[in-house]
């Protein structure tokens, strides 16, 4: 029994996977208000009940991803034998996050987006995400400078505040803005956070 337990966890894995898929591809066709949990099931090829084992409303469904993202962001940046400082390990991931977003040229995340800037507990939700994001970046930050991650002077929490902030900034303007390059420029701003906080690498 004991070596069917793992392959159980990824079909669940999978699963939760498929459902977040589905209820993204319908909320972006669709838009939050006009679609069901009987929809998003049906979309995945799943019966509504399995669909209530994963997720209890739409409101957790529409920011499931996020969640699940902020995870895995947490696990990695936290695993004690990453190799990279922390602007190098941002650089990946937001590059990593911007190439996804900007698959079928981003028209999907951008309706996404839009949406979500539409939706006060949804912006709620994806505020408190950003704050954790904020949190998790300085404590790594602070441990690459060797100073404290407390008060809100410290170097390492304004670095993170600059890279977090400087990235919400990015993801506004391409919300709106048909010109905006993601990767490049979410790029760009750890960069110019890097060049300005570099010296206090240890």
């Given at each position: 029994?004991?070596?069917?337990?793992?392959?159980?966890?990824?079909?669940?894995?999978?699963?939760?996977?498929?459902?977040?898929?589905?209820?993204?591809?319908?909320?972006?066709?669709?838009?939050?208000?006009?679609?069901?949990?009987?929809q998003v099931a049906e979309q995945a090829g799943l019966h509504v009940q399995t669909l209530y084992r994963h997720f209890r409303s739409t409101q957790e469904l529409v920011t499931?991803?996020?969640?699940?993202?902020?995870?895995?962001?947490?696990?990695?940046?936290?695993?004690?034998?990453?190799?990279?400082?922390?602007?190098?390990?941002?650089?990946?991931?937001?590059?990593?996050?911007?190439?996804?977003?900007?698959?079928?040229?981003?028209?999907?995340?951008?309706?996404?987006?839009?949406?979500?800037?539409?939706?006060?507990?949804?912006?709620?939700?994806?505020?408190?995400?950003?704050?954790?994001?904020?949190?998790?970046?300085?404590?790594?930050?602070?441990?690459?400078?060797?100073?404290?991650?407390?008060?809100?002077?410290?170097?390492?929490?304004?670095?993170?505040?600059?890279?977090?902030?400087?990235?919400?900034?990015?993801?506004?303007?391409?919300?709106?803005?048909?010109?905006?390059?993601?990767?490049?420029?979410?790029?760009?701003?750890?960069?110019?956070?890097?060049?300005?906080?570099?010296?206090?690498?240890?």
């Amino acid at each position: 029994m004991a070596t069917q337990f793992p392959l159980r966890e990824k079909r669940k894995a999978q699963t939760r996977a498929n459902l977040i898929h589905s209820a993204m591809r319908l909320f972006a066709d669709n838009g939050y208000d006009n679609t069901t949990l009987e929809q998003v099931a049906e979309q995945a090829g799943l019966h509504v009940q399995t669909l209530y084992r994963h997720f209890r409303s739409t409101q957790e469904l529409v920011t499931a991803g996020d969640q699940d993202l902020l995870d895995e962001f947490r696990a990695a940046i936290s695993d004690p034998e990453r190799q990279t400082n922390t602007f190098s390990f941002w650089r990946a991931w937001v590059e990593r996050m911007g190439t996804l977003a900007s698959q079928d040229g981003g028209k999907r995340y951008r309706t996404l987006l839009r949406q979500r800037y539409g939706v006060a507990t949804v912006s709620t939700h994806i505020i408190a995400i950003g704050h954790e994001y904020e949190d998790l970046l300085t404590q790594a930050l602070a441990r690459d400078f060797t100073v404290a991650s407390t008060g809100s002077l410290s170097p390492a929490r304004l670095a993170a505040i600059s890279m977090w902030g400087g990235n919400n900034h990015v993801t506004r303007r391409y919300a709106t803005e048909d010109n905006v390059d993601l990767v490049a420029e979410s790029v760009n701003v750890v960069d110019s956070v890097e060049a300005l906080f570099a010296h206090l690498l240890s």
